[in-house]
């Protein structure tokens, strides 16, 4: 999610790098926009430093873009804390006389304000009054809370903690995406915050001396339409990519959210799905392993002699079998099935017996064929869960086929 943290001066400003540091873990982007004064408290270097992102307090900075309209209309949310009784009565009057005022008003994401000041200030006929306004208009207010205050007195007008602030935060946003029904445009669906997923993609090529290997004909594009639709929604994804073809890897490899990690045996794939998967909570092996390979890789091209050929074939790690064996708690594990069938119920009875055979959550189950499945931009699968059932279908582009995926998921979880 991209998050606006404004910052107006008060001491709670401190408090505030908190809120920064627990967002920009949680895999949001923080963009930080304190008012001249926060920065009398808790200086640019700390906020730059925190939240990853140039720092300004100025609207005539990056003036060709438009900055200062751009990060109230990107905004998935916009937090001000501290929000001190001044940046409250300009919020309520409208006034943008700095880059925070104008963020706010060009926003039409949920803001959350966490007020902070003395207990006579908090109390004052304007500022209730300007909190009622704000109120009125759909403003979240958080706190403050009661208790010591700095000079020594007690009351209300303590920031409230930034865990409590946080959640304040992400309470209001889910509340507007329930208000406003399912987003029809998935791009602004961020419902994986936070997932650690590790997907795999592409096929295995097995060598059998240095110009020839044993292949399948898998392009990639199903997988790594996996990975990117998990980053888009909020997921921290880790691609571990066999051979795919050219071009596939593009929309991954632009992407912010999503690390890529090459791997071109099923031996190399096992290694890395597994190192990556010790720290995952969610497994997607959407990758065509090679069942067999060569145990004798030869040195040097094997030539034709007397007209035939015997190449000993051993079985390669079942992958999805090591990570179901070591599968960390709550981790949830899907597999993906390409099967050859002549009819949907022997397709669907094919995948419940593979479901069960590999103990995973989740299995993707579609139909290949010469024609079908493979190479194609378009995909069909069904989704069987442990009770054996058809949980979903999807069909259409493999980016859908990989959004029911990640429902799927989420409704396990
Ligand atoms: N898989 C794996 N390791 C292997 C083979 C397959 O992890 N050595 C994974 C694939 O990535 C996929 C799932 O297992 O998610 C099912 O792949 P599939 O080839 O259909 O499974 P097999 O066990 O090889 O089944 P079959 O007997 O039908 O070939």
């Known amino acids: ?70 990060l109230g209309t990107q905004a998935d949310l916009v937090i001000v804390a501290p929000a001190t009784a001044n940046t409250l009565a300009k ?92 987003p029809h445009d998935r791009d602004d669906l961020r419902d994986l915050d936070g997932l650690r997923a590790v997907v795999s993609a592409g096929g295995t090529r097995e060598p059998i001396d240095p110009v020839r290997y044993l292949g399948n004909r898998s392009s990639g594009r199903q997988g790594v339409a996996v990975a990117v639709a998990a980053a888009d929604r909020g997921a921290r994804a880790h691609l571990v990519a066999a051979h795919v073809d050219d071009g596939v890897l593009g929309d991954a490899e632009r992407h912010p959210g999503i690390t890529i990690e090459r ?24 990758a065509a392993v090679a069942d067999f390979s060569v145990p004798e890789v030869s040195d040097v091209k094997i030539r034709k002699e007397d007209g035939t050929i015997t190449l000993d074939l051993v079985e390669t790690p079942d992958i999805l079998a090591g ?29 419940v017996r593979k479901r069960a055979r590999k103990g995973v959550d989740l299995l993707t189950v579609n139909r290949v064929g010469w024609q079908q499945g493979f190479e194609a931009t378009e995909n069909a699968a069904l989704f069987i869960d442990g009770t054996d059932e058809v949980v979903a279908e999807a069909s259409g582009s493999k980016r859908a086929v990989a959004d029911a995926l990640w429902d799927a998921v989420r409704r396990l979880r």
């Open 263 to 286: 791997a071109g045996t099923a031996a190399e794939l096992d290694t890395a799905v597994r190192a990556a998967a010790s720290e995952a909570d969610v497994v997607v092996m959407a």
């Open 1 to 70: 999610m991209f998050v606006v943290v404004g910052v107006s001066g008060g001491i709670a400003a401190y408090k505030t790098v908190q809120v920064v540091r627990a967002l920009v873990t949680n895999g949001h982007e923080v963009h930080v926009v304190p008012t001249e004064d926060a920065l009398r408290f808790v200086g640019t270097a700390t906020w730059e430093a925190i939240s990853r992102h140039p720092v300004t307090t100025s609207v005539h900075d990056d003036v060709a873009e438009v900055r200062h309209v751009a």
């Open 323 to 351: 990570l179901v064996e070591r599968r960390r708690p709550g981790q949830t594990i899907v597999g993906f099935a390409a099967e050859t069938a002549d009819s949907d119920d022997e397709l669907r009875e094919r995948g």
């Open 91 to 182: 919020m309520a009057a409208g006034i943008s006389d700095n880059l925070l005022g104008v963020t706010i008003l060009a926003t039409t994401a949920p803001v959350v304000v966490a007020p902070a000041m003395h207990t006579a200030m908090w109390d004052h006929a304007a500022t209730q009054a300007n909190i009622a306004t704000l109120r009125e208009r759909g403003v979240h207010v958080v706190g403050p809370a009661d208790g010591p205050l700095t000079g020594g007195d007690s009351g209300p007008g303590r920031m409230v903690e930034p865990d409590e602030i946080v959640a304040a935060a992400l309470a209001a946003v889910d509340e507007q995406t329930t208000d406003a029904g399912a």
